[in-house]
């Protein structure tokens, strides 16, 4: 504790100018590692008082140097152990980080010396996390269920028996590479991948050339990672929810059931877990198939297909792949699956207990590329029309897939639905599911736009000029001189010659218009 003479000094020094500068520095993207030596000066924090130790501590966490904030937040806890903030910003940080011993001796601690009256911090903690704590204080249960998801992780993300790869980083170049550890990989290995202290990853073929685990990578392309600012990092995110989407339908139609990981820097990885030996080979073919039907409409990103090899040839460990939910050392990013609910590891490590190692025997061989004639028949047409132009119009399928998502669509994107499939015998119940959908749905404003449809369908160069997709143009066989993407289910432009002609039913227009009106007044009002 201090003495009377410190405490009167700390009263009668003005910290702020340099807490000041250092929140500037971190502003300012500063060298990280000189924030943290100043954050670690045991000499100033030992002089600090206590409002401004806890802004100390904030600081740290700006800074991401999550080891100087605990160093900070242990020092407050011991010079103020009443503190409140303290204690409810210490627990907050270490919920984020999954940090469940922690957790639980930083909460036995404020409850210590915080009274009945005082526990403000009890709030943050929700009914989950006390329930998660308490099953936390029988160490042999928790230890068990831990070993267990820790050997399921191990049986999945399983490559060559004996060696291992670990990554590193410099920070003085900035590179980064791994180097072969050759040994068995423990479960001890896996808890420090999880866990953050180290980065592991899998050789995938094995010594006698098969494999136990396929990947396909999807990565942002390299000329435009440089270049990447708000409205691109839009139309970058509206591609790889479109190619997550396409890469389960496709694995699905040859009955695979991949594991969709993000991979902490770049992109996703894609997981297939395979039993009975396959070759290399057989799975390197196998998944570039896959990836074969979709890289030409991809704009942003390219796909690699692991194994890279057919076989290993001399003493070549082949490729490798990074292990899932560890810390990318180059980017400070985690790894996580986006379909689990949870960001917790062990949410995410039960999570992956439902997928299974897959018999190849089960698997459709048949290599294809996706055509109007190998496309699958549904028995609601309408959905068959939907899934088709999804399926092999890129720029128009990743709209519909926002649609099928449940998520929103810009104002420009829903004329293109308007101006395309409002066009079919069928439009008006098409557009209506494919709305329907959207959290600012109204029936009867659909109805209104559907009844001002006049000309032809949209074409495909206009499709592509207002979404700014730059791939290729599709190919059909009956183009005619007029593309649309509606070619893709049969139809030419002829079919809709007269369209604008046809004359709608002037009284439902003027009741659909009146609705509109009274909705929009109700708004207003």
């Known amino acids: 504790m201090n003495t009377a003479a410190e405490n009167k000094h700390n009263k009668n020094t003005d ?9 500037n520095k971190i502003l300012e993207g500063k060298n990280k590692e000189e924030i ?49 903030q303290a204690y409810e910003d210490h627990i907050e940080m270490l919920s984020l980080l999954n940090e469940k011993e922690k957790l639980i001796k930083i909460s036995a601690l404020a409850k210590l010396h915080i009274s009945k009256s005082e526990k403000k911090f009890v709030n943050f903690i929700n009914k989950k996390d006390e329930n998660e704590i308490e099953k936390s204080f029988y160490p042999l249960e928790n230890m068990r269920k831990n070993q267990e998801l820790i050997s399921y992780f191990s049986h999945l993300f399983s490559g060559r028996d004996g060696v291992f790869a670990r990554q590193w980083h410099s920070k003085e170049s900035g590179k980064q590479g791994y180097v072969p550890v050759r040994q068995k990989i ?49 139309q970058i995110n509206r591609e790889a929810s479109w190619l997550v989407r396409r890469i389960k339908e496709i694995s699905a139609e040859k009955k695979l059931k991949p594991l969709t990981e993000f991979s902490g820097n770049k992109g996703y990885h894609f997981w ?5 030996n396959p070759d290399a080979g057989f799975v390197k073919h196998l998944l570039e198939s896959l990836a074969r039907e979709i890289k030409n409409d ?22 490798l792949v990074k292990l899932p939910l560890g810390i990318h050392k180059k980017s400070g990013k985690k790894s996580y699956f986006p379909e689990c609910r949870s960001m917790e590891k062990d949410s995410q490590l039960e999570f992956i207990k439902k997928y299974k190692r897959q018999s190849i025997k089960e698997i459709k061989i048949h290599d294809k590329q996706a055509d109007v004639k190998n496309f699958p028949v549904k028995k ?35 004329k293109i639905i308007y101006q395309t499939f409002g066009f079919l015998p069928q439009g008006r119940r098409i557009v209506h599911k494919l709305f329907q959908r959207l959290p600012d749905y109204n029936h009867h404003i659909v109805d209104m736009y559907l009844t001002k449809l006049k000309g032809t369908p949209l074409g495909c160069r206009k499709i592509h000029n207002i979404t700014g997709y730059t791939g290729d143009y599709c190919y059909f066989e009956k183009n005619g001189s007029y593309l649309t993407p509606l070619l893709h289910l049969g139809y030419s432009p002829d079919h809709f010659k007269g ?12 009741e659909n218009l009146k609705t509109a009106v009274s909705i929009v007044e109700r708004y207003m009002n």
């Open 380 to 414: 609601n047409s309408e959905e068959n029309e939907v899934l088709k132009i999804k399926n092999l119009c890129p720029p128009l399928g990743q709209i519909i897939s926002q649609s099928l998502n449940k998520k929103n669509i810009t104002k420009t994107e829903e």
């Open 298 to 319: 991809l704009q942003y990103f390219n796909l690699e297909v692991f194994p890279k090899q057919n076989h290993l040839s001399g003493k070549g460990l082949g490729n």
């Open 499 to 510: 369209r604008s002609e046809k004359k709608e039913s002037l009284q439902q227009a003027l």
């Open 36 to 84: 943290e030596k100043l954050l670690l000066n045991q000499d100033m924090l030992n002089k600090l008082p206590e409002k401004i130790l806890l802004k100390w501590s904030n600081l740290a966490r700006m800074n991401c140097s999550i080891d100087v904030a605990e160093n900070i937040y242990m020092l407050i806890h011991k010079k103020f152990p009443k503190n409140e």
């Open 15 to 23: 910290y702020s100018l340099i807490t000041q500068r250092i929140e």
């Open 272 to 276: 297939f877990f395979l039993r009975d």
């Open 186 to 234: 423990s479960d001890e290995d896996i808890e420090a991948h999880l866990s953050g202290r180290d980065t592991l990853g899998i050789y995938l073929i094995k010594e006698n050339n098969t494999v136990d685990t396929g990947v396909i990578d999807a990565d942002i392309k390299k000329e435009i990672r440089t270049q990447i600012d708000k409205k691109l990092k839009f």
